[in-house]
């Protein structure tokens, strides 16, 4: 079972599925994406995925992918990947997907490359350090 | 079904060896030898055994020509890419020209890449010889008999004196040639082409090659399934990686090794071997995509191991 959250920080959309993106899940992944597509393209933003819990990624889930760059694009918004576990990234490399999207170790990495205001709603979301 | 020999493993336009990597490969040899000695031609070899392949060996430049040994007296082949030239002398060196022979001929489609090699088939000049070409196009005669009209060839078709056939084969219907049964399915590529499933004795051989597949379409990933369930080899277009694939080169007819180890693993096939290879790419660069798509393999299996390989001009899978 596939499942995606999403939150806004200013112009950029974070969005982090978890689970498998296979054959089985990938037109519900895809389809997950289509209005936060819509979202970061009307701000001219960016989309961030946080990847932290997606345990795999098939060709139909990296096709996927690829539309939403190509609409981002055309919009006049970015996307990024971030926080890969070490299969998924290996998929990318292996794929070429990592010459194709932004990989960022971090969402917060990617955020700040992006919007100045998004990174700073992002930092103002993030709970104190503990003492 | 025996063995299987790969007589023309490269994509679209053959291609050799350069001086320059023929030298670099010799530098590597070289400095790997540095302050051994060798007591022997066999020390030699063992030595030059003992390197890695695209330093020890090459992937070879032919086009697509693959043999499939039976056990029968008959030649089955697919593809009459450049690699047929060479397949041919290996028949005449074998047999001689003096006892006819049967050749059947099986065509993914007639792109040039495919046919450039039957106007240097030798034994098909040989009177006695019977060839059957096999083929789901419509225009396979024509196109093979084209190719070697003026200008483009000095020797006509017509010059071709053993007995030629040619057989349509109906898409998704088994076919008996010989001892085996031999079922076709449509391929996405220009013009179409078509995949062979070979059956006999137990053993499955699938020969898909110059085959784009579409990553959205569920139905049509389960049908590639389906053709290639339980073979014993898949002998599968992994031209592009997948981001090529589906981005600069999409319609370009050609598929990637991800995409072929997700069907072959589907299909609980038991080798993947990688074909049509990339004429921009050279031995490191196949080499480099062999070892990735053993690592994909790797990371994603969840059954039986998959065996992966990269077919080279002159390599024989034992069935």
Same mark, same amino acid.
């Given at each position: 079972?596939?499942?995606?959250?999403?939150?806004?920080?200013? %112009?950029?959309?974070?969005?982090?599925?978890?689970?498998?993106? %296979?054959?089985?899940?990938? =037109?519900?992944?895809? =389809? =997950?994406?289509?209005?936060?597509?819509?979202?970061?393209?009307?701000?001219?933003?960016?989309?961030?995925?946080?990847?932290?819990?997606?345990?795999?990624?098939?060709?139909?889930?990296?096709?996927?992918?690829?539309?939403?760059?190509?609409?981002?694009?055309?919009?006049?918004?970015?996307?990024?990947?971030?926080?890969?576990?070490?299969?998924?990234?290996?998929?990318?490399?292996?794929?070429?997907? %990592?010459?194709?999207?932004?990989?960022?170790?971090?969402?917060?990495?990617?955020?700040?490359?992006?919007?100045?205001?998004?990174?700073?709603?992002? %930092?103002?979301?993030?709970?104190?350090? =503990?003492? | 079904?025996?063995?299987?020999?790969?007589?023309?493993?490269?994509?679209?336009?053959?291609?050799?060896?350069?001086?320059?990597?023929?030298?670099?490969?010799?530098?590597?040899?070289?400095?790997?030898?540095?302050?051994?000695?060798?007591?022997?031609?066999?020390?030699?070899?063992?030595?030059?055994?003992?390197?890695?392949?695209?330093?020890?060996?090459?992937?070879?430049?032919?086009?697509?020509?693959?043999?499939?040994?039976?056990?029968?007296?008959?030649?089955?082949?697919?593809?009459?890419?450049?690699?047929?030239?060479?397949?041919?002398? *290996?028949?005449?060196?074998?047999?001689?020209?003096?006892?006819?022979?049967?050749?059947?001929?099986?065509?993914?489609?007639?792109?040039?890449?495919?046919?450039?090699?039957?106007?240097?088939?030798?034994?098909?000049?040989?009177?006695?010889?019977?060839?059957?070409?096999?083929?789901?196009?419509?225009?396979?005669?024509?196109?093979?008999?084209?190719?070697?009209?003026?200008?483009?060839?000095?020797?006509?078709?017509?010059?071709?004196? *053993?007995?030629?056939?040619?057989?349509?084969?109906?898409?998704?219907?088994?076919?008996?040639?010989?001892?085996?049964?031999?079922?076709?399915?449509?391929?996405?590529?220009?013009?179409?082409?078509?995949?062979?499933?070979?059956?006999?004795?137990?053993?499955?051989?699938?020969?898909?090659?110059?085959?784009?597949?579409?990553?959205?379409?569920? *139905?049509?990933?389960?049908?590639?399934?389906?053709?290639?369930?339980?073979?014993?080899?898949?002998?599968?277009?992994?031209?592009?990686?997948?981001?090529?694939?589906?981005?600069?080169?999409?319609?370009?007819?050609?598929?990637?090794?991800?995409?072929?180890?997700?069907?072959?693993?589907?299909?609980?096939?038991?080798?993947?071997?990688?074909?049509?290879?990339?004429?921009?790419?050279?031995?490191?660069?196949?080499?480099?995509?062999? *070892?990735?798509?053993?690592?994909?393999?790797?990371?994603?299996?969840?059954?039986?191991?998959?065996?992966?390989?990269?077919?080279?001009?002159?390599?024989?899978?034992?069935?």
């Amino acid at each position: 079972m596939l499942e995606t959250s999403s939150r806004q920080f200013a %112009d950029v959309v974070v969005a982090a599925p978890t689970g498998r993106i %296979d054959h089985q899940s990938a =037109a519900q992944f895809e =389809a =997950a994406l289509a209005p936060l597509v819509q979202g970061a393209c009307s701000g001219k933003g960016a989309l961030v995925l946080d990847f932290s819990g997606v345990e795999y990624i098939s060709s139909v889930g990296l096709r996927a992918l690829m539309i939403a760059a190509k609409q981002l694009r055309a919009g006049g918004a970015k996307i990024a990947v971030t926080n890969l576990r070490p299969v998924v990234a290996e998929i990318l490399a292996i794929s070429r997907f %990592d010459r194709l999207l932004g990989v960022f170790p971090s969402v917060r990495g990617a955020i700040e490359l992006f919007s100045a205001a998004g990174l700073a709603a992002f %930092d103002a979301a993030q709970p104190p350090p =503990a003492r | 079904m025996r063995r299987i020999r790969f007589w023309g493993t490269r994509g679209s336009l053959p291609v050799a060896l350069t001086a320059a990597a023929v030298r670099q490969k010799i530098v590597t040899a070289l400095r790997g030898a540095s302050g051994r000695t060798f007591a022997s031609d066999a020390d030699i070899g063992r030595y030059v055994d003992g390197l890695a392949f695209p330093v020890a060996g090459t992937y070879g430049g032919s086009t697509s020509c693959v043999e499939i040994e039976t056990g029968g007296p008959d030649h089955v082949l697919c593809d009459l890419g450049s690699g047929v030239r060479a397949f041919g002398q *290996a028949a005449l060196a074998r047999h001689g020209p003096a006892l006819p022979q049967t050749y059947h001929i099986f065509m993914s489609h007639v792109h040039w890449d495919h046919i450039m090699g039957l106007p240097f088939f030798t034994p098909a000049y040989i009177p006695g010889n019977r060839i059957f070409i096999y083929g789901s196009h419509r225009w396979l005669e024509s196109a093979l008999r084209r190719q070697q009209d003026e200008p483009s060839f000095p020797v006509d078709f017509s010059y071709l004196r *053993a007995s030629i056939e040619f057989v349509h084969l109906e898409p998704g219907k088994p076919h008996a040639v010989g001892d085996m049964t031999v079922t076709t399915m449509l391929q996405r590529h220009a013009g179409d082409s078509y995949g062979y499933r070979f059956e006999a004795n137990g053993r499955s051989i699938v020969y898909t090659t110059d085959s784009e597949h579409q990553l959205g379409d569920l *139905a049509q990933t389960e049908s590639f399934a389906t053709f290639f369930r339980d073979a014993d080899v898949v002998i599968f277009d992994a031209m592009y990686s997948l981001a090529d694939a589906v981005s600069i080169r999409a319609d370009w007819g050609h598929s990637s090794n991800v995409v072929a180890v997700e069907l072959c693993q589907m299909a609980g096939v038991r080798h993947l071997c990688l074909f049509h290879h990339e004429p921009a790419f050279d031995d490191h660069a196949i080499d480099g995509v062999l *070892a990735d798509t053993r690592r994909l393999e790797e990371i994603t299996r969840t059954g039986d191991p998959l065996r992966v390989t990269a077919a080279y001009d002159g390599m024989e899978i034992e069935l």
